[in-house]
């Protein structure tokens, strides 16, 4: 099986490839479009600004292959907004995958932006479809920015507001939280997404 990390300059792609490498898969990182068309299964993470982000998915032309993509792909956390319609962060046009609009999350005496930690996930049933979370659990976020609950939600947790934590839209998957730094439960959503 060919695993392909997008590489576009935005990504944990170091910690996403040590957690594929655990699970007994050798992935590629790689920013040619022949290469991530070939593979078997795509991950898309990110960390950072979703202005620049998206600035380097145009520069490199991977603005215009990720959405044509047919073999499973997994949006992380930056990855997983980028897959939206539009995130207020810089105002940003994304890739319009999900049919969803990112949000900062609103101001709280209680509550700190960003969202950093861990934080409880449960699933939500809205399709026949099922998603590659099994079940409800603990998994780490960081985050400031939020895709509120919509159609293609398929968990959800709550600060401040309730979030979508992963969604799902046919081939396309996508998790707010890093499934790579969210201990076995992690681990064990990317083995049942690279099983897909």
């Known amino acids: 099986m ?10 944990n792609i ?6 594929v490498s655990r699970l007994g898969h050798e992935a590629v990182l790689s920013n040619q479009a022949d290469e991530i ?12 600004h979703a202005k620049a982000a998206m600035q380097q998915l145009i520069f490199s032309k991977l603005d215009q292959v990720i959405p044509k993509l047919t073999q499973p792909v997994l949006g992380i956390c930056l990855g997983m907004q980028l897959m ?11 890739l319009g995958i999900f049919d969803a609009l990112v949000k900062k999350f609103p101001e709280h005496l209680d509550f ?7 934080n409880l996930i449960e699933t939500r049933s809205v399709s026949s479809n099922r998603t590659q979370i099994e079940e ?14 919509h159609a293609s939600t398929t968990a959800m947790a709550n600060y401040i507001v309730p979030f979508s ?19 076995s439960l992690g681990a064990q959503i990317l083995q049942n997404f690279l099983k897909l």
């Not at 593979?39 to 898309?44: E, G, H, L, N, Y």
């Not at 934590?165 to 201990?183: I, L, V, W, Y």
């Open 136 to 149: 409800a659990g603990y998994v780490y976020f960081v985050h400031s920015y939020f895709v509120p609950l």
């Open 37 to 48: 068309y070939a593979a078997d299964k795509v991950i898309f993470p990110g960390v950072g």
């Open 2 to 11: 060919k695993v392909v990390i997008v590489d576009y300059g935005s990504g």
């Open 84 to 94: 939206c319609l539009h995130s207020e962060e810089g105002d940003t046009d994304a």
């Open 165 to 183: 934590a992963a969604m799902q839209r046919d081939n396309f998957f996508a998790t707010q939280f890093h499934p790579e730094k969210s201990g």
């Open 112 to 118: 700190k932006v960003p969202h950093v930690g861990w």
């Open 14 to 19: 170091a910690s996403v490839k040590m957690a």
